[in-house]
Structure formats: C-alpha cells, structure tokens
C-alpha cells in the first residue's frame, strides 16, 4: 500500500515564499500523476492541480501563476513551490494520486499533510 508523507509547511508572511514537498512510496510513481489538495480551517479538502507523470501541470484559478508543481523520480517525490502567497493559502496541505489520470491506480493512503500558515 502506497504511503505518502508531505513535509515543508510553516509559517510566511504574505507575499513570501515556501517550497513542500510530498514523498511517496510506491514502485509506481514513475507512471503517476500527482494532485494537490488544501484543507482550510473550517472548510473541507480542496483540488488545486496536478502534476502529470511527463512533469506538465495543470493548476486551479486560485494558484495559477503563483504556485508551480515539480517532481523528482529518483527520490519519488513531488514538490509545491508556493509563491506570492497569501493568508487565504493557509491550510494543511496534501498529494495524492490523480486516478483520473493515472491508469490501474487505485488510491493511496493520505498522508499527515503540512500545515502552511500565512499571517503577520
């Protein structure tokens, strides 16, 4: 069964900067596409995008332009560069896979998720 664990998240003021990075352990992950989701406080997991198994995204309104997907293979991992953020990007953050994108899939286990805070 496929383990995912995010890690990176703190706190920024806004218009700063973060990277997170999502770490997943499955033989698979070559052939996966990889979602964000972010769970604000008080509100349920939301879809942001997905970085597809070629390394392409595909981005929400809500981050186009300020967030940017990448992944390294070779470590199985997918990171979240995260810029010009904003107190509205405040929330745990999570990947899993894409299943509408990844073929013969099945879900994997969510990880704990990192928390991003963004305040004075």
């Known amino acids: 069964q496929a383990q995912l664990m995010e890690s990176g998240g703190g706190l920024v003021q806004p218009g700063g900067s973060l990277r997170i990075s999502c770490a997943a352990s499955v033989s698979t992950f070559n052939t996966s596409a990889l979602a964000w989701y972010r769970q604000p406080p008080g509100s349920e997991r939301e879809y942001i995008g997905t970085?597809?198994?070629?390394?392409?995204?595909r981005y929400e309104e809500s981050i186009k332009g300020r967030f940017t997907f990448s992944r390294d293979n070779g470590k199985k991992t997918v990171y979240l560069q995260m810029n010009n953020l904003k107190p509205e990007d405040t929330a745990v953050y999570y990947c899993?896979?894409?299943?509408?994108?990844?073929?013969?899939?099945?879900?994997?286990?969510w990880g704990p998720g990192t928390q991003v805070i963004v305040s004075r």
């Open positions: 899993n896979v894409d299943l509408r994108y990844t073929v013969g899939s099945r879900p994997w286990n």
């Open positions: 970085i597809f198994a070629h390394g392409s995204g």
